[in-house]
């Protein structure tokens, strides 16, 4: 056969791979079997597919050991077998290296050298580590290092630095290959699980590569740059730019530092980071939030500065934009030279500029716009007989809330619980954790842990409980066996959400955003909690008046939230201690309501057209998926206050899905009807959104409704009508690409990202952009819209060869479809498997 025949044009080219056994022969390897080893070899193949691993190939197999060379015909028989690029446990190749290694450690046998880069050949093609491991060792590789090391820096060159890794660690060129050449890009690649691998086959290898990555996270460093230089050196393909930043790159070394038990101290720059970004944090809390006192910034700013050498300046800098006397005091304070001032506070006297080391008590008491403690009862307990006490009147409870407290941890230092709070309902005892957190007291928490945490009898509420119980089991010694979950443990969180999904209305929610503990408190008393105190210092002894008062009450108003909750759901003819179980043991609640709106529970599905459907502006990429299945949606407008969403959607019977939990604020809208969207893919919100309203999507359902301006006047536009609107079509031959709004109506001010960036798997698919034409007047639909001609080329050429396939024009916006449109093809492929699970 002529192969040129194969070559359709002189601009293409056939390149001959050479086969296996002759890339071996030409580095000189001897291929050929004589008769007696080809007998021997036929005989194992046959005996291997009746009996695999067992004494009978095991006898057949030793035969090979009287062989002149066994190592050169294992090393043949190897390529010889259909699995050879495979070579897993239990596959013929696998068995014959492991029991050459065998032999040959036993009998003290050596290959000839000669046979060891052919074997470094043979097991680079493998895909399994172990294999490669066991070649390394039974023709003793690393004798050849300074032959196989070139081969291994092409190989890590050429962009194939996941089989580099695999040869680095079985050859253990540590020393050989630097860290960021091997691994930087897998990091570019964002492909961490590779990464990890090495890292645990290869543990001495932790330290160098975060001490690489840290220095990558100097403020002063130009990573995009450095990145340039590297890859002019470098072929790296699918990079991925958006974690070339520091902020990813931070979370990395944060999350190598956990897994492999490395101080977050040792990486200098990562603290520096975290405590810049927690006094950030806190800056914007003070001088934008208003909710952090002024003790508590002391505490802190003195706390995390005294920690982290070289983040004064940059404090001082960051201050000098919201407040120069402040700054000017925190310079005196740290001793920042004059030379290291910003230029405008120079000439700036300092006067009462100190920082108080006395005056820890604010001079503000709570306000009445804050909900207040009801109870004076605040017990420390610093003693073991105040422990025993304290312990006794909670265990007689058979509800108690549980809170607990830590510093905030800005730097490398990981805190520790200092305060574990626990109301009754005529006390609330401070533990001061930081006092019992020491050997000599572990046996006061197991019967801490057994007498109460581990008592189910007992209700222990939280918020964030969970968490809490983790940071506790994580810190203080005696308790590193505490259950986080499960019977007697009641998460307020879960039970609000439980709540509020199965339908129950909760009266003084209007506009009351989010889901913390004060969002919470606000929707029952009307009034939030006061958080100034929350970022404090909680290792400071003693506490603060401020301090201890915020503690007592964040731990003291579970038990009202909790008494709250129970009587709204007496009035409202809800299973409170059912929900309550079904929370604590994990379980999916029944919906006990019965409601008008599309969630009424049913036993059959209604088709999409029954649907209609009012979404939140940072849920519009899901617009398009749903329009397509017919399903009549329209976007809240931006402007539009939260009750007057209520209002538009009850009055045109519309439900409400939005990105976080919001409440009904009237009780003739029932919150079943709003369905709160976690993060996920467009297929697991669509699936969610389907199953919540019952919903079933069919053929005849696709495409019946304007993906741009949700109108249902779509019609099939023939060949002969595809022809007249060619001739009127006037398109420039130079023609400048531009943005142009679309058409759509007033609710939809978000049409245009409907297809917008997000974090979940899919694609989103962005809305074409049309280019600049002069359009004729009779290029108009029936209903008198301009047609939208910015595809009509491809739309015209495409049904010229398919004149059988239908063309979608829709009457009210002028937008066409058509099957291989690339948006429509993308939402089809999504679409059709929801289909076909419901045939």
């Known amino acids: 056969m002529n192969i040129n025949n194969l070559v359709s ?280 939030e208003h909710n952090v006192s002024d003790s508590v910034w002391d505490d802190l700013v003195k706390d995390s500065l005294s920690r982290t050498e070289g983040c004064a300046e940059e404090f001082i800098n960051i201050l000098c934009d919201y ?32 920082v108080d080391e006395e005056n820890w008590d604010d001079n503000d008491s709570p306000s009445d716009l804050y909900y207040k403690l009801p109870i004076d009862s605040i017990i420390m307990v610093d003693t073991v007989e105040k422990f025993h006490e304290a312990l006794s009147s909670i265990i007689g409870c058979n509800v108690v809330s549980i809170d607990c407290e830590w510093k905030p941890s800005f730097g490398a230092v990981q805190s520790q619980v200092a305060l574990i709070q626990i109301a009754t309902l005529t006390n609330v005892y401070l533990f001061d954790t930081l006092i019992f957190n020491d050997k000599q007291y572990t046996s006061l928490w197991n019967r801490f842990h057994k007498s109460f945490l581990d008592n189910d009898e007992i209700i222990k509420l939280g918020f964030g409980l969970e968490q809490d119980l983790k940071e506790i089991k994580a810190s ?61 210092n909680w290792e400071l002894r003693p506490l603060r008046q401020t301090q201890i008062y915020y503690a007592a009450l964040d731990a003291y108003v579970l038990l009202e939230v909790y008494k709250y909750l129970h009587n709204l759901c007496q009035e409202q003819n809800t299973n409170f201690e059912e929900m309550c179980n079904e929370v604590m043991l994990d379980k999916k609640p029944k919906k006990t309501r019965t409601v008008k709106m599309e969630t009424t529970a049913c036993s059959y599905r209604k088709p999409s057209k029954c649907l209609r459907l009012l979404i939140e502006a940072e849920l519009s990429y899901l617009m398009g998926y749903l329009r397509y299945c017919g399903i009549d949606t329209i976007v809240i407008n931006t402007t539009m206050a939260w009750h007057d969403a209520i209002g538009l959607a009850l009055s045109e019977e519309r439900n409400i899905l939005t990105s976080k939990l919001k409440l009904s604020c009237t009780s003739k809208y029932p919150q079943s009807a709003i369905l709160s969207l976690d993060k996920g893919t467009v297929k697991d919100q669509l699936q969610r959104i389907l199953t919540t309203f019952h919903v079933i999507i069919t053929q005849e359902d696709i495409l019946t409704r304007c993906l741009y301006c949700n109108g249902v006047e779509l019609r099939n536009v023939g060949y002969s009508e595809l022809q007249d609107l060619n001739k009127n079509v ?19 001010d978000q049409i245009d990202d409907f297809f917008s960036d997000s974090d979940d798997d899919e694609t989103y698919i962005s809305p074409p952009v049309p280019p600049n034409f002069t359009q004729n007047r009779k290029c108009v639909t029936n209903k008198g819209a301009l047609i939208d001609l910015s595809h009509f080329s ?25 099957k291989e449109e690339e948006t429509i093809k993308n939402i089809h492929i999504l679409i059709t498997q929801f289909i076909n699970s419901n045939m």
Request: charge should be positive; hydrophobic fraction near 35%.
């Open 9 to 288: 044009s002189s601009h293409q080219s056939i390149k001959i791979v050479p086969s296996t056994e002759d890339t071996l022969k030409k580095i000189g390897l001897n291929v050929n079997l004589d008769d007696n080893v080809r007998i021997w070899w036929h005989q194992l193949q046959m005996t291997w597919q009746t009996w695999k691993i067992s004494s009978t190939v095991d006898n057949h197999f030793v035969a090979l050991y009287n062989f002149e060379e066994p190592h050169r015909v294992a090393l043949v028989c190897v390529i010889k077998c259909h699995e050879f690029k495979d070579c897993k446990p239990k596959t013929l190749p696998y068995y014959i290296i492991e029991s050459l290694q065998k032999w040959g450690e036993m009998n003290n046998q050596i290959p000839n050298d000669s046979l060891k880069l052919p074997a470094f050949h043979i097991a680079k093609m493998q895909r399994n580590q172990q294999f490669l491991n066991m070649m390394v060792q039974t023709f003793k590789l690393k004798t050849i290092k300074d032959k196989i090391l070139p081969l291994v820096k092409d190989i890590i060159k050429n962009d194939n630095c996941k089989q580099g890794s695999q040869i680095v660690s079985a050859l253990e060129l540590y020393d050989d290959i630097p860290i960021e050449d091997l691994l930087f890009p897998l990091i570019l690649q964002d492909k961490i699980n590779i990464v990890d691998e090495y890292l645990s086959d290869s543990p001495g290898q932790v330290r160098p590569l975060l001490s690489f990555l840290d220095s990558l996270l100097d403020k002063k460093f130009n990573i995009r740059e450095y990145v340039q230089k590297f890859l002019e050196d470098h072929t790296v393909y699918n990079i991925k730019y958006d974690k070339l930043h520091h902020k990813p790159l931070g979370k990395l070394v944060a999350r190598l530092c956990s897994k492999y038990s490395v101080p977050v101290a040792t990486c200098t720059n990562l603290s520096k980071n975290r405590t810049s970004g927690g006094l950030r944090y806190l800056i914007y809390q003070k001088y934008v």
């Open 323 to 354: 407040d120069h006397t402040e700054a000017l005091k925190w310079a005196k304070f740290f001793n920042i030279p004059e030379t290291c001032l910003p230029s405008f506070l120079r000439n700036l006297s300092i006067q009462e500029t100190s």
């Open 476 to 536: 203080v010694n005696g308790l590193n066996n505490i259950k986080i979950k499960g019977e007697g443990l009641l998460d307020l969180a879960s039970l609000w959400k439980t709540l509020v999904d199965c339908g129950l209305c909760i009266p003084k929610s209007n506009d009351v955003e989010g889901k913390g503990l004060s969002s919470l408190v606000q929707i029952c008393f009307g009034v939030p909690l006061k958080k100034s105190e929350q970022c404090s």
């Open 730 to 748: 006037e398109i420039p031959g130079n023609c400048s690409i531009h943005n142009t709004k679309m058409y759509h109506n007033d609710n939809d």
């Open 794 to 818: 491809k739309i015209f050429s495409y049904f010229q060869t398919k004149q059988n396939e239908h063309i979608l024009l829709c009457e009210s916006c002028g937008k066409f479809y058509w």
